[in-house]
């Protein structure tokens, strides 16, 4: 990529977190009435969470809100426009995030101390579920993300490892149980991770819209509605939320099998190809390029196994 095209990228970058980088003035303002001021930080779900708090029934809100990059953007040159903006900040709320994440004082206790003593820190889930993408995983290495999408699939992965078996060698039942346990424990370790980190619940929210969403990590409009009315809800400022108008989080749509539909009952119509960006992908492209990309990282394959192989032996791999 050419500076000029660089300079252009980061430019727009700047315009459009325009309050973060200090190049627009913070909304409302401190006037008797203001509305209180709101910020999410986290990953890939934080903005749209910001929009869903943003956005009720009657059509307005109860609050102002920054947008703001999510934590696995931030740079170091952020830093400090990060810390000029949590003072300002009525309500924080935020994903949990271990101290000094890639290096850099982005951790929720880290941020925390950054914050007035009058403001407000809720903490959000992370929300993660494999129900309806059971062959769907994230593994993170030095390599970064496969091809195509950034989503590794156990079928491509156990045939780079050499594994036998396979869902291939289950009966249906046997299949559709190790489906519908895989759907259990994702719920449950959910459960888990809010209660650990003293989060709002969503678990119950996901646990009725299974199939709603596009990837494991990208939940579809009605569980990010629900939350973002848990979150004005926690602050004290309780409305009725709405549906933003638009569909959140939908960069990536996975393929969603019929076995899987059958198995957990799902009210959707099953899907052979990925929509990324817009654009149709064929299933069996994605499952190519990845197999040549863990033939060129095999450190890859080996992260993927230990940290999936017991879903892997549900699945019937071995």
Do not use: K
Not at 172 to 184: F, G, K, P, S, V
Not at 185 to 212: C, F, I, K, P, Y
Not at 213 to 236: D, F, K
């Amino acid at each position: 990529m050419s500076t000029q095209q660089s300079t252009g990228t980061d430019e727009g970058r700047r315009r459009h977190y325009g309050v973060f980088y200090g190049i627009d003035p913070l909304p409302g303002g401190d006037e008797p009435g203001a509305r209180p001021l709101l910020a999410v930080l986290g990953n890939c779900q934080a903005e749209s969470l910001r929009i869903t708090t943003t956005t009720t029934a009657d059509g307005t809100s109860p609050v102002d809100s920054v947008r703001v990059p999510p934590v696995h953007e931030l740079e170091a040159s952020d830093i400090p426009h990060l810390h000029r903006l949590l003072p300002h900040l009525d309500v924080l709320a935020a994903q949990p995030v271990r101290d000094d994440y890639r290096g850099l004082p982005l951790g929720t206790s880290q941020v925390r101390a950054h914050l007035r003593e009058d403001a407000r820190l809720v903490t959000l889930p992370v929300l993660r579920d494999p129900s309806a993408y059971p062959f769907q995983a994230l593994v993170r290495g030095a390599a970064g993300d496969p091809p195509v999408v950034p989503y590794h699939d156990l079928r491509t992965l156990a045939q780079a490892a050499g594994l036998t078996g396979g869902p291939q060698t289950l009966a249906a039942d046997e299949l559709a149980e190790a489906y519908r346990t895989i759907a259990r424990e994702g719920l449950a370790e959910l459960a888990r991770r809010q209660s650990v980190s003293s989060t709002l619940r969503a678990d119950d929210v996901v646990a009725e819209t299974l199939g709603e969403g596009w990837t494991i990590n990208h939940p579809g409009n009605t569980v990010l509605v629900a939350l973002g009315e848990r979150l004005r809800e926690a602050i004290g400022l309780p409305a009725p939320g709405a549906d933003p108008g638009r569909v959140l989080l939908r960069s990536v749509r996975t393929p969603l099998r019929e076995d899987v539909v059958e198995a957990l009952g799902l009210p959707h119509e099953p899907r052979a190809d990925w929509l990324v960006g817009g654009e149709v992908v064929a299933d069996d492209e994605v499952r190519e390029a990845q197999a040549r990309w863990y033939a060129e990282h095999p450190e890859m394959v080996s992260a993927g196994v230990e940290r999936h192989g017991e879903r892997m032996r549900l699945l019937g791999w071995r």
